[in-house]
């Protein structure tokens, strides 16, 4: 969930284009008769589900990048790049489909009139599968997303070398986890109440104790964002009772940066959490998936309840900024927040000794007993 180019989410432009409009588009840039097309939800770009007439009613998203972000022809090839290279290695990733021209994307303007705002446009395969946020989540999945996002990282640190990766050096870019302190000046958002208390006492035991070790974490390319809504998954078992799942899906590399292996795990912990009845649990699944593929130090593994931590504030504080500049999408911006408040809350309330406690024990129990 972007929100912006660096640490400017109110500069954007978020586009707004009609579904005719957007057939129209699909037409004259890729050469494609549009069948049946709807909107996605999308929290500041634009993205469009539709159907094509050729090649057996093929499906693809349109994804319309917004304003500020267009303006970084470089980091969406970057983005692009890396999904062709991921399935290329097996991920299930989307690939783009070729503008007429033989290009993965394309500078449009969002309308005919002069000085209107240009939007790049890609044209991505679609994926199966439903979003882990529509189903009860279970350990084996939990399982899974920790190691898929371990896996990414590790595959694109090591054997991604497309020479626009450069652009993933994003500085301050308000959602890579090494810049919670930026959200200093998002705060007022909040008004004046006890959340914005606890996220203020976040920042400044993020500054005291996260930034100063930041040199002695393992670097990576993160994807940056596997949350509930970015990781699909199909159910590969018959069983109601106790269904198997894998994911079929790795959605939206707007986030993309360079960070650190640690930061992975800690933002798929958070954006589990959201979705379980049991939201305290979530993170030893999460983590023995990940240390399966990439075992944390004993550095890395300190600094686990902070980022999460972290993790809630960037997304709870950016949500309720975002909200104020555009209202008509509240309710999209703020899905985080119905249950994020909560289990903020309740982590602050137990301490983190508690809750590493019971992240620990439970990663340590897969040692005894990994999953096939």
């Not at 050729?54 to 090839?77: C, F, M, Q």
């Not at 159910?235 to 079929?248: D, F, G, I």
């Not at 959490?273 to 593929?293: K, Q, R, T, Y």
Request: proline share 5%; with cysteine; glycine share 6%.
């Amino acid at each position: 969930m972007s929100s912006g180019n660096d640490c400017q989410p109110q500069t954007l432009t978020k586009p707004a284009l009609g579904e005719q409009e957007a057939a129209e588009l699909v037409d004259r840039v890729f050469g494609l008769k549009v069948s049946w097309i709807g909107p996605l939800p999308s929290y500041d770009d634009q993205n469009f589900h539709l159907r094509v007439s050729a090649e057996g009613a093929a499906e693809y998203v349109l994804k319309i990048t917004n304003s500020e972000d267009s303006r970084e022809p470089d980091l969406i090839e970057a983005q692009t790049q890396a999904m062709m290279f991921l399935s290329a290695e097996g991920f299930p990733s989307a690939t783009p489909y070729l503008t007429k021209d033989g290009n993965i994307m394309s500078l449009e303007s969002g309308d005919t009139r002069p000085g209107s705002k240009k939007y790049m446009v890609r044209l991505l395969t679609y994926l199966p599968g439903i979003p882990v946020a529509k189903i009860a989540t279970n350990a084996q999945i939990l399982y899974e997303i920790g190691r898929l996002a371990a896996s990414v990282d590790k595959v694109l640190s090591e054997k991604f070398h497309h020479p626009s990766v450069k652009s993933l050096h994003r500085g301050q870019f308000i959602w890579n986890l090494a810049n919670v302190p930026l959200l200093d000046q998002y705060i007022y958002a909040l008004g004046q109440n006890k959340y914005r208390a606890v996220v203020e006492q976040v920042i400044e035991q993020f500054k005291g104790k996260v930034i100063p070790k930041l040199s002695s974490f393992r670097a990576c390319i993160n994807h940056g964002d596997l949350n509930d809504h970015n990781i699909l998954i199909d159910s590969s078992s018959a069983s109601l009772e106790n269904p198997q799942y894998r994911v079929s899906g790795i959605l939206d590399f707007s986030d993309m940066s360079y960070g650190y292996y640690v930061f992975e795990v800690a933002i798929a912990i958070m954006y589990m959490m959201i979705e379980s009845s049991e939201p305290l649990s979530v993170g030893g699944h999460v983590l023995a998936g990940f240390e399966s593929v990439v075992p944390l130090t004993a550095e890395e593994r300190g600094a686990l309840f902070l980022l999460v931590s972290g993790r809630f504030a960037q997304s709870l504080v950016i949500a309720a900024h975002t909200a104020l500049l555009y209202p008509e999408n509240k309710e999209y911006l703020t899905i985080t927040a119905k249950t994020g408040w909560k289990h903020l809350m309740t982590m602050f309330e137990m301490g983190q000794e508690a809750v590493e406690k019971t992240w620990f024990e439970t990663a340590q129990a897969y040692a005894h007993h990994a999953p096939a």
